[in-house]
């Protein structure tokens, strides 16, 4: 079937197989390989992307539900050559190790911040409950979502986002 939808502010088209997860999508049909693939039964998060501003297990959708949404992986974050706040505070308090947790971590934190830009400690961990990291014991992921929160110019960053979604 015929699908298209909007990724990291571009328009996509392609023809899938209705029954293609929209991770293998991303990652087989797309290239985009940030976004990975940890588990097979909805339980480690790392495959998150952002789907209308929401974070969802991209291995527990279609790619064809996602047709006609915007769909927004790790890859999308950096704007013009600019990482994202999170990105260097994952950079700056070590939030990884082997990386592999990482572009899902950091899809949901810039979600969370996008709809609280000062969450505490229990806040965050309860936003990244639903993502498995084996390397860092999580505690300089807290730290790397309120070095993001600190450090995020709030206009600067819906001006940015008002950018890419027109
Ligand atoms: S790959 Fe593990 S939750 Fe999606
Ligand atoms: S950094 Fe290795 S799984 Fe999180």
């Known amino acids: 079937m015929r699908i298209?939808?909007?990724?990291?502010g571009q328009d996509v088209e392609a023809d899938v197989e209705p029954r293609t997860l929209l991770v293998h999508f991303l990652r087989d049909?797309?290239?985009?390989?940030?976004t990975h693939w940890g588990c097979d039964t909805s339980?480690?998060?790392?495959?998150?992307?952002?789907?209308?501003?929401?974070?969802?297990k991209s291995c527990t959708t279609l790619a064809a539900m996602t047709a006609g949404?915007?769909?927004?992986?790790?890859?999308?974050?950096?704007q013009d050559g600019v990482l994202d706040p999170v990105q260097e505070g994952f950079m700056?308090?070590?939030?990884l190790q082997c990386g592999f947790?990482?572009?899902?971590?950091?899809?949901?934190?810039?979600?969370?911040l996008d709809r609280d830009?000062?969450?505490?400690?229990a806040t965050i961990r309860k936003a990244i409950s639903g993502q498995i990291c084996r390397c860092t014991g999580y505690t300089t992921i807290v730290r790397s979502v309120r070095w993001a929160a600190e450090h995020t110019d709030q206009d600067?960053?819906?001006s940015q986002n008002a950018r890419a979604t027109s």
């Open 43 to 56: 339980n480690c998060g790392t495959c998150v992307v952002a789907i209308d501003g929401e974070p969802v």
């Open 92 to 95: 700056q308090c070590h939030g």
């Open 101 to 112: 947790c990482t572009p899902g971590m950091m899809i949901t934190a810039r979600a969370l």
């Open 156 to 158: 600067a960053h819906s």
């Open 29 to 34: 049909h797309l290239g985009l390989t940030g």
């Open 117 to 121: 830009p000062d969450p505490d400690e």
């Open 4 to 8: 298209s939808m909007t990724v990291n």
């Open 69 to 78: 949404h915007d769909v927004r992986t790790v890859e999308g974050l950096e």
